[in-house]
């Protein structure tokens, strides 16, 4: 095991608690400096992979300087990746698994995603999301939750931790005690929640109930205001929540990370440095930072933020050796989880992860030619599967999963695309936690089945004339996500189908509009494999 050398007991517990991010591809030298002075966990994000076996070399070097470190990674699937941070992700993410509400499929989507970041070294997963999608409105969560039906979610949120950890990663159950009915995303400023007790308790709490009952290794708590359980302070930073709630009446005792601190929900109103003293004292017992701040200077504040609280009797000491303690419990919990697996099985990931895990990034991403792809039920139910490639394998159960999620209204007249069509991909601005590097909607996997489709993306206004010049003869498929909450995005299919009635329609983000268009495709997501299935429909294979 690791040791220590330099650092006293209570700094080596200061830096065990918090879980940095950095910049770059490999490790950086004070990273892996504080490692060996006492830190526990790393945190991943899109800028720290490149490829496959570039994100396996790094997990190595960070578990050279210390063999226990918890790798963790914000990997929720669908439109939330960052193992397929440029390519869009091969599973279809939490509410397409709620829209089939198959608990097998989705314990076996959340398995096949554990054993592929298994097989690169990463260990802890900032996933699932637990959160009531009870406000359609919601600017962050939407797509991101399983759905707006409490045990609908609760018995996903159990499926998917069980999958998860059967792959030897901790799940993170997140947003506690629900982020699901905001209407502000806490990445910008401190949301409200004012629903009364007996609707959080009956609403709110029933997932995370589940991931408790079903093991979940840690939680992770919402930079979110619910007066009816704390009025003065965000549920990261409330003893009532974390540890009244949370760890006596819930019962639950696992790992308790805040969401990252450097969001302005408690950045903004708190500081980073009290943030989390205040975060630690409340019951959290790790402190996620990293996401914006990913610097050897914001590791030192912090790390000094704690210790001068301890001296000063703010916090107490007691109080930061706990945290530091459920820190190493799941990190050897994770550490000998790894083991196990190796020592039982020599092959411990799937053929699908196997093949993601060694093909390079060309061949670990595939797509396939125009020829292939299974058909969609709601099209053609009897016609007979087409032929698989070889790289379908990888893409199976998210791929099988993304056609299962999809509603198609409007099929009985409906003629499939046979020539290359214009794809006007109706674009609103990206949530931070999404992020604007992933690429969504359906113009690769168009231009795959015809080579030729054309594309533009309007983002305003002046949308829809606009995808009317540039579509020209071409017939359209306009993508859009959450039209009911983008009245522009409404308007300019409004102008579409007047002029064009044969547009195909595809909701890749929440389907609450009323499906229209000459065929309307909701995939209940915006990942690459939704795009696909979407595709599928539309050219009629």
Same mark, same amino acid.
Not at 94 to 101: K, M, R, S, T, Y
Not at 329 to 351: I, K, M, Q
Not at 473 to 496: G, K, N
């Given at each position: ?22 910049? !770059? ?48 990674? $914000?990997?929720?699937?669908?439109? +939330? ?11 279809? !993410? ?19 995603? !554990? ?7 990463? @260990? ?36 998917? =931790? ?36 007996? +609707? ?15 093991? %979940? ?25 974390? %540890? ?44 996620? =930072? ?19 609280? =301890? ?30 697996? @190796? ?15 060694? &093909?390079?990034? &060309? ?32 893409? $199976? ?15 009985? @007249? ?21 992020? $604007? ?44 996500? $959450? ?59």
């Amino acid at each position: 095991m690791t040791t220590f050398a330099g650092t006293d007991t209570l700094t080596r517990d200061a830096l065990t608690v918090l879980q940095p991010g950095f910049t !770059g591809t490999t490790a950086p030298d004070w990273l892996l400096r504080r490692l060996g002075e006492g830190l526990a966990s790393v945190g991943l994000f899109g800028r720290n992979i490149a490829s496959l076996d570039q994100l396996a070399a790094l997990t190595a070097q960070l578990r050279a300087e210390r063999d226990d470190v918890l790798v963790a990674i $914000d990997e929720e699937g669908g439109d +939330v990746t960052r193992l397929e941070v440029r390519t869009g992700s091969s599973f279809p !993410g939490n509410h397409a698994l709620g829209a089939v509400d198959d608990v097998e499929l989705t314990r076996e989507v959340a398995l096949e995603l !554990g054993r592929r970041l298994a097989a690169c070294g990463v @260990n802890f997963n900032w996933a699932p999301s637990a959160d009531v999608n009870s406000n359609p409105g919601n600017p962050v969560i939407g797509v991101r939750s399983f759905g707006a039906a409490p045990d609908l979610v609760a018995r996903h949120t159990a499926a998917y =931790v069980t999958g998860l950890q059967s792959a030897g990663v901790a799940a993170c159950t997140k947003h506690f005690p629900g982020h699901g009915d905001t209407a502000i995303d806490s990445h910008h400023a401190l949301p409200r929640i004012d629903a009364d007790a007996a +609707v959080l308790h009956d609403r709110e709490l029933t997932p995370f109930r589940a991931a408790i009952a079903a093991g %979940t290794r840690a939680v992770m708590t919402a930079h979110i205001l619910v007066p009816a359980l704390d009025p003065e302070r965000p549920a990261t930073l409330s003893r009532r929540v974390l %540890t009244d709630l949370l760890r006596g009446e819930l019962g639950y005792d696992g790992l308790i990370v805040t969401d990252g601190m450097e969001m302005r929900a408690i950045a903004g109103t708190y500081g980073i440095e009290r943030g989390s003293v205040l975060a630690l004292a409340a019951g959290a017992d790790a402190i996620c =930072v990293g996401g914006g701040l990913a610097d050897d200077e914001t590791v030192r504040r912090l790390r000094d933020a704690l210790v001068t609280a =301890v001296r000063s009797g703010e916090l107490a000491e007691e109080r930061l050796a706990d945290a530091a303690d459920r820190v190493r419990t799941l990190a050897r919990w994770a550490a000998s989880t790894s083991g196990r697996r @190796n020592e039982t099985d020599p092959s411990p990931v799937s053929p699908a992860s196997q093949a993601f895990r060694t &093909s390079p990034a &060309s061949l670990a991403f595939p797509s396939p030619p125009s020829s292939q792809g299974s058909p969609t039920s709601q099209i053609s139910p009897a016609s007979p599967v087409s032929a698989k490639a070889a790289v379908d394998a990888v893409d $199976d159960v998210g791929l099988r999963a993304a056609r299962r999620a999809l509603r198609v209204t409007g099929a009985e @007249n409906f003629i499939p695309l046979t020539e290359p069509p214009f794809v006007a991909a109706l674009t609103p601005v990206a949530n931070i936690a999404v992020g $604007d590097e992933t690429p969504w909607g359906v113009a690769a996997e168009l231009t795959r089945l015809f080579p030729g489709t054309e594309t533009g993306t309007f983002t305003d206004e002046h949308a829809g004339p606009a995808a009317l010049e540039a579509a020209g003869a071409r017939r359209i498929v306009a993508v859009v996500r $959450d039209e009911h909450r983008h009245p522009w995005m409404a308007a300019a299919l409004d102008t579409l189908l007047a002029a064009r009635p044969d547009t195909i329609v595809v909701e890749m983000g929440l389907p609450q509009a009323a499906p229209r268009g000459a065929l309307h495709i909701a995939t209940h997501g915006a990942a690459r494999v939704c795009g696909r299935a979407a595709a599928e429909v539309a050219a009629g294979v």
